[in-house]
């Protein structure tokens, strides 16, 4: 697959702004998108600007479009472009969606505050009475993406220095849509069962519970506005991990708020209190309280049931343990309802201890979710080797990629070592040769096969080695040969 689109700009390419006299240089290249746009698709924009830029329906031309077209051609890309405004295509520069742009201005531009713009270029036809330069995004521009991703915003594209897949837009588009829902929906669930939580133990904690599985959405969309920031220097790896602190974040407050509301149900039982469900006088009849509280907990019910199982189809594809989670305790959700219902109706038949069973019963469950997730997000933090999304078994990437690497006919043996950063990996490969002198393209040639894999490998580390670390994963054929010796 494609790896998610990189955030950076294509040195000494060019969104060509028609501007004279800026001498300002272009940024260089820390985040490798030349790399990426070598052999792929230049993703261009532009503005119709005189002989710089002529734009036919969905045909550009002119001097800048054949300066482009001549820059792609040179690093065996394809160029994609788009036409729209200045103002426009500078947002789409800010936002990933495109590599460069073309266009024209005056050296009294509003965008040099938003785009690195270099000198000018008087020798390209139709520049000569205004100048011509070429300018780029800057890396500065990526930490400016603010507040919380939108159902209805902009198509998220790239994640740090990934870019991200046609599929994975798709579904991360969704899951952000799903994730406002579940918001909605819940912040109504809490609203409705506050008029009806009257003096049931069980009620009240199924209520606190609702109030819980909000931090999953909140910590997964606060998230998404910090692992779309490319690395820096002082983050060198970028800031995917946030996305395992939104997950540790939500375990821990589950535990501790759970293991609370777990000591309260048992002091309860313990002590014998007896939960009173009262009665209210509606439409001149007297009618117990409980019966609006099994009603109430009967309709809410059905929502968990769809967003759930959405949301577990987007985790895989996303490869994101936040919102499996998310979805894991979604579709868990009926327990906790049956089991506030058959709390009140215990109470309603006499049989009081239902009502405290049922709210430890609950209790406990929050417990469960609380103490599996941190776990998880606890182990991924400290750099286990990856896994599925699920923590089900290691990751099968790990397999691949060390088989992969296997094949190239300069490598004898092969081995990687792989960790999550929180959607996306980190991956070191050993590599065994088998003749002295290793050359540069060989090792380049490892790392791009690598890359090639999965959109989800951001960073490639290949290590030429003498012998394998035995901590680092194997290729498959590799450990039978073991085993068969």
């Not at 800048?64 to 472009?81: C, H, N, P, T």
């Amino acid at each position: 697959m494609n790896r998610w689109r990189r955030v950076c700009c294509v040195p000494l390419l060019v969104i060509a702004l028609g501007v004279s006299g800026c001498g300002v240089t272009v940024p260089s290249d820390p985040q490798g998108t030349l790399d990426r746009v070598r052999g792929g698709v230049l993703h261009a924009g532009a503005s119709a600007s005189g002989e710089l830029v002529t734009v036919d329906g969905s045909q550009v031309g002119g001097s800048l479009a054949e300066l482009v077209e001549g820059f792609a051609e040179s690093v065996d890309a394809k160029v994609e472009w788009t036409v729209g405004s200045e103002e426009d295509l500078v947002d789409d520069l800010e936002t990933g969606d495109l590599d460069v742009a073309i266009g024209g201005m005056t050296d009294a531009t509003p965008w040099s505050q938003r785009v690195a713009v270099t000198r000018a270029y008087d020798t390209i036809p139709g520049a000569r009475s205004r100048g011509a330069a070429d300018a780029a995004r800057g890396e500065r521009l990526a930490g400016r993406h603010r507040g919380l991703p939108r159902p209805g915003g902009r198509a998220v594209k790239t994640m740090g220095r990934t870019d991200l897949p046609p599929e994975q837009q798709k579904a991360l588009r969704s899951a952000i849509r799903w994730e406002w829902f579940t918001i909605g929906y819940t912040v109504v669930t809490i609203g409705v069962i506050a008029l009806v939580v009257g003096g049931s133990q069980a009620m009240k904690t199924a209520w606190i519970e609702d109030m819980l599985s909000l931090i999953p959405q909140i910590s997964f969309l606060v998230a998404l506005i910090f692992i779309r920031r490319p690395p820096t220097r002082a983050f060198p790896f970028g800031l995917h991990r946030m996305m395992g602190v939104g997950h540790l974040v939500a375990g821990v407050a589950l535990l501790a708020v759970g293991g609370d509301l777990a000591y309260e149900a048992i002091s309860g039982l313990v002590s014998g209190d007896h939960p009173s469900i009262g009665t209210v006088y509606l439409f001149g009849q007297t009618i117990w309280l409980g019966w609006f509280m099994v009603g109430v907990m009967s309709i809410i019910v059905i929502g968990p049931f769809f967003y759930g199982h959405a949301k577990a189809k987007l985790a895989p594809k996303l490869h994101n343990k936040v919102l499996y989670a998310d979805a894991d305790m979604a579709k868990a959700d009926w327990t906790s309802t049956a089991a506030s219902i058959v709390g009140v109706l215990g109470v309603g038949i006499g049989l009081w201890w239902l009502d405290g069973a049922a709210a430890l019963f609950i209790s406990l469950g929050i417990v469960w979710d609380g103490w599996r997730n941190s776990r998880a997000a606890v182990r991924d933090l400290i750099d286990q080797r990856a896994r599925t999304e699920d923590d089900a078994r290691p990751h099968p990437l790990i397999a691949r990629i060390a088989n992969r690497v296997g094949e190239l006919p300069w490598v004898r043996e092969s081995a990687v070592r792989m960790r999550d950063m929180g959607q996306v990996f980190h991956v070191e490969v050993f590599a065994v040769p088998t003749h002295d002198e290793v050359r540069l393209d060989e090792i380049e040639e490892a790392r791009t096969a690598v890359a090639r894999l999965d959109w989800k490998v951001q960073d490639v580390v290949v290590i030429v080695t003498a012998s394998l670390p035995d901590e680092a994963e194997p290729a498959a054929h590799q450990e039978e040969s073991h085993r068969d010796a």
